[in-house]
């Protein structure tokens, strides 16, 4: 993973001669290091130093900053996307996975390892459905991708009266993006289940933003792109269940779409926004907005 990471890296730095520094966003947790530990769709890795293994491989002396993905596009949003005008939100990412991230005054909010913000395993049902992490009823069961292509499934049954149940014989799998179409096009199960899905993400932001007293959340990733059928009932769901001093809470759909990655990864090798690789140019926890 890391030599095709570098394969990507390298004809930028042949490129840019100007390049000042390489940011990295990762799945799993990140520590104060840099290291990652356990990503949950890298096989095989359990706490790899990607810094120090990288270094070598790209012959660089520039600075290399890592942090986890959800937080570097939480980042983003922060400095140029939906966040800009807020100190404080929750940055939620809908994906393969459920991904998340506290924006706190401006900077990615750590927790005591690195792993805070982790909204995918706030569970909504203490005995639902069971999640990849060992516990039950997480929103990540529900809404990360592939568990809600197998719910779709389980929950369609018999039923003729969705075009849902074609697309599923012939052997398609019943990927959000297909059921925002079905949706869109005035299938009722696909209105009712994504409206169901909405209705639990809202109850798991709720939770959050009375936890942390958070007044916005952003939602990004690829199944936020659902709309209206997905976001408009989490909205609502989240507006009735927050306490009455979040009352002007909000959620928003991300700006910077699939880029948010990219751009937060850039701006932690600026140094200025909470980049925090002991081998980067800048310190920890300072505001956006300086650079
Ligand atoms: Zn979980």
Known sequence: ???????????LLGA??????????LPGVVNDRGDVSYPPNFRGWEVVAVEQELRP????DLPIAVENDANVAALAEAHAGSGREHRHFLFITLGTGVGGCIIHDGAIWRGATGGAG?????SV????RPCNCGSRGCIEAYIGHRYMSTLALERLGDSRSSSLRSLADSGRELEPKLINEAAESGDSFAREFLADMGDMLGAAIASAMNLCDLHLAIVGGGTSRAGQYLIEPARRSLRARVLRSIADADLRVAHLSNDAGIIGAA?????????????????????????
């Open 16 to 25: 840019h001669p100007d390049v000042a520094s390489i940011g990295l966003g």
């Open 267 to 291: 701006l932690l090798g600026l140094g200025s926004v909470g980049a925090r690789n002991t081998t980067g140019p800048g310190t920890r926890d300072q505001g956006p907005g300086k650079k």
């Open 1 to 11: 993973v890391l030599r095709r990471i570098a394969s990507g890296i390298e004809p």
């Open 125 to 128: 049902d203490f005995n639902g």
């Open 118 to 122: 982790e909204i995918g395993h706030v």
């Open 57 to 60: 491989i790209l012959r660089t």
